[in-house]
């Protein structure tokens, strides 16, 4: 359904569209060679060759020939005539036929699926390997030998090529001038196009045009013919300084940056081309705030609690708290005594695929951990992103969760990310596993750029897998990780601190079996049935406390800090639950856009959530947002072009 825009009116491309349809027709015609070996005799009728030239290729009593064949196949010899032949032979090797429908294979659904007419004009050295030879090297063979078996094996292929383009020429003269039809039908249609999206854009008073830095490279001629004014690049950081350059329009007048140089830089394909003297992995952004350009700072952060905030802080020396949204953050996980741990073991790496690498008991330890959070302390899948800094890893963890019957049956997409995937994102409860064991190497771990990242996504809760030594002890870049270690001293160890039920002081969990056992024991399930039973919602969620029988805060806040509180978390875990059902939503959104700021710790921007007491068995909060009407709506495709064809029909 088209957008309607009072004042909007589109020019139609139906007529070019038909001359464009009438004109790949007409190519389609004059193509008439196809794939087909050249027949000599037509050659000789349009007097390409000559007749002694002929007779040397199909007269087999020709007296100088040492190996004539007969025709034009034979002549161009065995392994051309393969290649050369779209149907092949009984005699042709099955390789060259399955290699052929394999490529075949691969081409097609780069173009059919786009709904394209396809008329092959790649002709040039259709019948064998390129040869050294020019044009002109062909012109000269053919006027020097008057037996063809003369001319050299290699050097066939394009003496035939000059055959063939002499022949196409004679037959269809007409193919220059409907190639220039054609080149000239679309301009016109892409021309008309952007005209219409130009109107469109104009008579619905759009001010403000949003788009990818590949996108503004692709419609750069329309957003060019609009003429902003202003830029503004979000995530600046990791934008190539190639494509900030492309994005600087002739009318751009304020160029506003916003990013952080101190975490992930652009993407580069080839590791040379990270080093000097190319260094595209260096953004403009953080170019010009290295040369010294006058630049704001975000020190404020409303993001994580303190304990998170001290990690982050490691790298962003003046950030502080927003201590109004900060407050309002509890500061325990349901189930677990700390919410910041390292877990540190010596399970070890192996091999995934291509270069990556993967550890599975790490990544069953977290996923056991995962039903733990969700099946025992009743916390939102919602609430959990699982982090690792290796694609093997993310396998590794979406196959177990995948084969876990407890959290199957949740009926919810995990979240199971890359580090440089999280970019600009958080969640309430991160899992970050860094894979590498003592048999491993740091690899790319010790990059600051990506450490941070993976330390800064948590709101109210971090927990860390991996074996420290590989990182600490790196020779040239072990300071990145030592320093986190040395803040988190007390809260990391071998065993995961966890609080199962109200009656058990703290147990700690060192391995995967252990964890499964706890999950299991009737011991605590009694006793987290005992708190959940009289409700409603008691079959659908066993661990929910009912609102009847416990009506107290998640948890202490920071301005609880230093006094006692009535229950303290994890060893009341079901007693400290809020009041209201599990699964209900907040009707009163409104309340908490106020709470919603812009930004978070240095050089980096966020919208954090700040919901007080809010439940750990809902989905997480987000901000409300004015739908926006849908004429409004603005999508520009290639499909657009299929449709003009038919929209005046």
């Not at 160890?493 to 079996?513: I, K, N, Q």
Request: negative net charge.
């Amino acid at each position: 359904m088209r957008a309607y825009v009072p004042g909007f009116h589109r020019q139609s491309t139906k007529t070019l569209h038909s001359t464009l349809k009438q004109t790949i027709i007409a190519l389609r015609e004059a193509h008439t060679l196809g794939n087909d070996v050249l027949d000599a005799k037509e050659l000789l009728e349009h007097k390409i060759l000559s007749e002694d030239q002929y007779f040397s290729v199909t007269d087999d009593d020709w007296e100088s020939t040492d190996c004539a064949g007969g025709d034009l196949a034979e002549w161009l010899g065995q392994p051309q005539h393969q290649h050369h032949l779209a149907s092949g032979s009984p005699d042709n090797k099955a390789g060259t036929h399955v290699s052929s429908e394999a490529h075949k294979s691969k081409l097609e659904p780069r173009w059919q699926s786009l709904g394209v007419k396809f008329v092959p004009f790649d002709i040039q050295r259709q019948c064998g390997r390129p040869s050294r030879y020019s044009q002109e090297a062909a012109i000269y063979q053919l006027a020097h030998n008057r037996n063809l078996y003369n001319i050299k094996l290699e050097d066939r292929s394009t003496v035939y090529s000059y055959l063939k383009d002499s022949l196409r020429d004679i037959k269809s003269p007409a193919i220059p001038d409907l190639l220039q039809t054609y080149n000239d039908t679309w301009t016109s249609i892409h021309n008309i196009l952007v005209t219409n999206r130009i109107a469109f854009i104009q008579a619905a008073d759009i001010e403000v045009i949003g788009c990818t830095a590949t996108g503004l490279l692709k419609y750069r001629e329309l957003i060019a013919s609009l003429r902003p004014k202003i830029l503004l690049m979000e995530e600046a950081a990791e934008i190539r300084e190639s494509d900030t350059i492309a994005a600087l329009l002739p009318s751009i007048e304020h160029l506003i940056f916003l990013g952080d140089h101190q975490q992930l830089q652009p993407h580069v394909d080839l590791p040379e081309l990270a080093q000097d003297p190319y260094r595209v992995n260096i953004s403009m952004f953080e170019r010009l705030i290295k040369l010294g350009i006058p630049h704001q700072i975000l020190l404020q952060q409303r993001r994580m609690i303190p304990c998170l905030r001290e990690i982050v802080q490691l790298f962003y020396p003046r950030l502080v708290d927003h201590t109004p949204t900060i407050s309002k953050l509890p500061l325990n996980i349901p189930g677990v005594s700390t919410p910041l741990w390292w877990f540190q073991h010596d399970w070890p790496e192996s091999p995934g695929i291509g270069n990556s690498v993967q550890n599975f008991t790490e990544g069953l330890m977290i996923v056991r951990f995962v039903q733990y959070l969700v099946t025992r302390a009743n916390i939102s899948p919602n609430r959990i992103t699982l982090l690792t800094y290796y694609r093997g890893q993310v396998d590794i963890l979406n196959k177990l969760l995948a084969s876990n019957q407890w959290l199957v049956a949740c009926e919810t997409e995990w979240a199971v990310r890359t580090v440089d995937g999280f970019q600009g994102e958080e969640n309430d409860i991160i899992l970050l596993s860094l894979v590498r064991g003592p048999n491993g190497k740091a690899g790319f771990l010790t990059q600051e750029n990506r450490a941070i990242v993976g330390l800064s996504r948590a709101r109210v809760g971090m927990y860390i897998f991996g074996h420290r030594d590989v990182l600490t002890k790196h020779p040239v870049r072990g300071e990145t990780w030592s320093k986190v270690v040395r803040q988190m001293k007390g809260k990391q160890g071998r065993a995961l601190p966890l609080c199962p039920s109200m009656d058990t002081e703290v147990v700690h969990v060192d391995h995967p079996d252990q964890l499964k056992r706890i999950i299991r024991d009737p011991q605590y399930r009694k006793d987290s049935s005992t708190h959940s039973s009289g409700g409603p919602d008691s079959e659908k969620q066993p661990f929910a406390v009912q609102a009847a029988e416990v009506k107290v805060s998640l948890g202490s806040t920071r301005e609880d800090e230093g006094q006692s509180p009535q229950i303290k978390l994890p060893f009341r875990i079901e007693a400290d639950r809020p009041s209201s059902p599990p699964g209900q939503q907040l009707d009163d959104m409104e309340e908490l856009a106020s709470d919603l700021k812009l930004l978070s710790f240095e050089d980096f921007e966020t919208i954090p959530l700040s919901a007080p007491d809010c439940p750990w068995d809902r989905p997480p909060l987000m901000p409300t947002i004015t739908p926006m009407k849908e004429d409004l709506l603005l999508e520009f495709s290639d499909d657009e072009i299929s449709e003009a064809g038919t929209e005046d029909s």
